[in-house]
């Protein structure tokens, strides 16, 4: 028998009420036990939708409680919630991967407390593909990531340059540059750039374009790859959240997909 593994939610936004939902409803061998949030009265009201509340908790008290943190928080929470998660060796699945750029000292924390970092694939595609060809030869990775407008007003570097998305009537670069530098600039936004730089060839040599188009209703990354051992070219068209544009649909979806293979008996994809 596999032992149950207890989940606990760090953020309880977009993507954390969506993975808390599906926890309560039943996922096999995980039981949701507590939830860490912004304001602790806003996670409350939201949990009135779970058959089962639990406790809103503090991040350190989410880390002795659960064996596995979902991390699903802004990138600025992102190691107040990891460090005392991985320093207790927990799981700290998330897809804040513009966060572990800011703040590689995780990886070494996690590996010297016995923890592990699960950063799921979220809203993009293809990472499986990516990190088998990095066993190879990688030549070039670039990444072209469209949004409509509405999912780019609220970015740090638009709102910081004052940058008029709204009223465009023509794609407008906002990004050329490296995926490092991109997730800098848009932390809450390209997450995706920098799963991908850390599934291949490292944020710095990943190349990356964002557009802001009036055209496009869905979030859209199109990667390319060019390795020794396979090319490919690859887009994904997300339907943006109701709650949070920038967010899309899948990405709460690829966290329960990994929650799924810690306990799974058959996992599919690498
Ligand atoms: N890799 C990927 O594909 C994607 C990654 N992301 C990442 O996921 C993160 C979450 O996205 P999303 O759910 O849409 O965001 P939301 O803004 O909808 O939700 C964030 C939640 O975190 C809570 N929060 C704020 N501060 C803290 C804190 N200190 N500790 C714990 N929780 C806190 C907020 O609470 P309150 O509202 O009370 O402040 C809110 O409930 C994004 O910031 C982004 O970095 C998002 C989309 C795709
Ligand atoms: O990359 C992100 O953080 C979010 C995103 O583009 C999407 O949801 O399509």
Do not use: Y
């Amino acid at each position: 028998m596999r032992k149950t593994l207890k989940v606990g939610i760090a953020g309880f936004g977009t993507i954390g009420k969506v993975v808390g939902l599906a926890l309560d409803k039943g996922m096999p061998g995980l039981e949701l036990v507590a939830v860490a949030s912004g304001n602790p009265d806003k996670a409350k009201a939201a949990m009135a939708t779970l058959s089962q509340q639990v406790p809103v908790v503090s991040s350190k008290e989410l880390a002795d409680l659960a064996d596995v943190i979902v991390e699903c928080a802004p990138t600025t929470a992102f190691m107040d919630i990891a460090e005392p998660a991985l320093c207790q060796g927990r799981t700290l699945v998330t897809v804040s991967g513009a966060a572990i750029l800011q703040h590689p000292e995780v990886v070494e924390l996690a590996d010297r407390h016995g923890g592990q970092i699960l950063l799921a694939t979220g809203a993009l595609l293809g990472l499986d593909a990516v990190r088998a060809a990095a066993k190879g030869k990688i030549n070039s990775v670039t990444m072209v990531t469209r949004k409509p407008p509405t999912s780019l007003t609220k970015a740090k570097f638009i709102v910081e340059n004052n940058i008029q998305l709204l009223g465009l009537t023509e794609p407008l670069q906002v990004f050329k540059g490296s995926a490092l530098e991109g997730a800098q600039k848009f932390p809450s936004n390209v997450n995706v750039a920098a799963s991908l730089g850390l599934a291949g060839l490292g944020a710095e040599q990943t190349q990356l374009e964002i557009w802001a188009d009036p055209g496009k209703t869905r979030n859209t990354h199109t990667i390319k790859v060019d390795a020794d051992s396979a090319s490919f070219e690859m887009t994904i068209e997300n339907v943006p959240t109701v709650e949070n544009p920038g967010t899309g649909r899948i990405t709460a979806l690829s966290v329960l997909a990994a929650l799924e293979s810690l306990t799974a008996a058959l996992r599919v994809g690498s």
